[in-house]
Nanobody, 122 residues
Framework: QVQLVESGGGSVQAGGSLRLSCAAS????????IGWFRQAPGKEREFVAL????????YYADSVKGRFTISRDNAKNIVYLQMNSLKPDDTAVYYC???????????????WGQGTQVTVSS
């Protein structure tokens, strides 16, 4: 079993920054990929970014490329999502998820956190 806990959400003005954290516990993460997803009200949950734990493979959605950076601290079992130049369209609940495959498909992820709210005002 894997437990994921997100933190770092909040309210910020457009152009501001936030750093989200995803703390993982439970089984070893050497074979897991960690993805960040977000869901805005009335919309589908969408992929944001992913990182392979052992290979540092990184991938971003086009909508956040150049503004968001995903990274990980293996010693602490934490994955971060640094979000810069935030826009009102980034407003959503952000979730981290763990899965065996390196994929943008949310159905391929086995474990999910509870989510953290990010609100960007104009």
């Amino acid at each position: 079993q894997v437990q994921l806990v997100e933190s770092g959400g909040g309210s910020v003005q457009a152009g501001g920054s936030l750093r989200l954290s995803c703390a993982a516990s439970g089984r070893t993460f050497s074979t897991y990929g960690i993805g960040w997803f977000r869901q805005a009200p009335g919309k589908e949950r969408e992929f944001v970014a992913l990182i392979r734990w052992e290979r540092s493979v990184l991938y971003y959605a086009d909508s956040v490329k150049g503004r968001f950076t995903i990274s990980r601290d293996n010693a602490k079992n934490i994955v971060y999502l640094q979000m810069n130049s935030l826009k009102p369209d980034d407003t959503a609940v952000y979730y981290c998820a763990a899965g065996f495959r390196t994929t943008t498909r949310k159905s391929e992820y086995d474990y999910w956190g509870q989510g953290t709210q990010v609100t960007v005002s104009s």
